[in-house]
């Protein structure tokens, strides 16, 4: 039975919602531990793959060594420049070398994300440091959690129902002598 293994979506998963940023926090450390445990298991990928690469060469250089006219043209026990020319372009050595550098590869890729997740907690601390200091407290773009949006609609509702918020809205459909 083959091993399942978890999905990754890294763009979703090192994204943040600054408007959930205790959501953030809270789902941070599971998401890095599976990308943390998917380097183990490439690393144990790899391990296997160098396996694999000495275990074809041992087996090629053996029947290089049983059959030297067959393997490496020559009636004399093969040198052994030759063995190696033998197994290095050999079909099953490629192979198991072309398995090593994609599970190299993958491996490097993880690393890369895990460093990414790193730097995404140093972005979450930073976060939450403007968050304490009122940084987003300005007119220019309002932060607030739904509980907030519900109430700011409200009070709209309030102001269109009264003489000052229909002036506000006449005055909005208004237009100037000078902008027509």
Known sequence: MAEERPVFNFEEDN?????????EWQQHSQIRKKYADEISYLEKIVKKAEEKI?????????KAMENPKECCNTEKT???????AYYRTH?????AKNEWIEATYNLSMAWNALKAFDDRKTALEN?????????????REERMVDGGKR???MQDRQN???AQGQRKELNKKRVRKGDA
């Open 91 to 95: 079909p099953d050595h490629e192979a």
């Open 160 to 162: 269109d129902e009264t």
């Open 151 to 153: 109430i700011l609609m």
């Open 54 to 62: 000495k275990v074809t060469r041992s087996q090629l250089t053996k």
């Open 15 to 23: 994204s943040i919602d600054l408007d959930n940023l205790h959501e």
């Open 127 to 139: 976060e939450v440091i403007l968050w304490t200091r009122n940084y987003f407290a300005t007119p």
């Open 78 to 84: 093969p040198t052994a420049p030759l063995i190696e």
